[in-house]
């Protein structure tokens, strides 16, 4: 199993560390935070997107097509009851020198990417206290 450490800094911030990265998160202002990194919702968000932008840019480069200009672009929706991200739509847009005989596999590959698979088949969640 793969570790991941999150300590608090101050305030609403925390460090989260992941190998030997580390990322911070906070909230906004208008929340009570200071406003000096995403919010733990936004990586969350920005987790499945950067995981489609991966397996599309692999399948471009596995298919000798262009990679120039390959964005993600994620907006999402929040809910309640309980609070979550309710929806997420992903747009995936790559050079108009992509084939249009090819989009229809990339779109296949990009939306099985493990985070998007994960959500679909979600992991079993346990939080419990040290």
Known sequence: MSS???SHVAGDRFAIGIGEHTLMVDKPIKDGGEGTAPTPTELFVASLASCVAHYARRYLARHQLPTEGLTVTADY???????RVSAVQVVVTVSPDVPAARREALLAVASHCTVHN???????????LA
Do not use: F
């Open 118 to 128: 994960s959500l679909a088949q979600p992991p079993t969640v346990e939080v419990s």
């Open 77 to 83: 929706q929040m809910g309640t009851g309980p609070a």
């Open 4 to 6: 991941i450490t999150v």
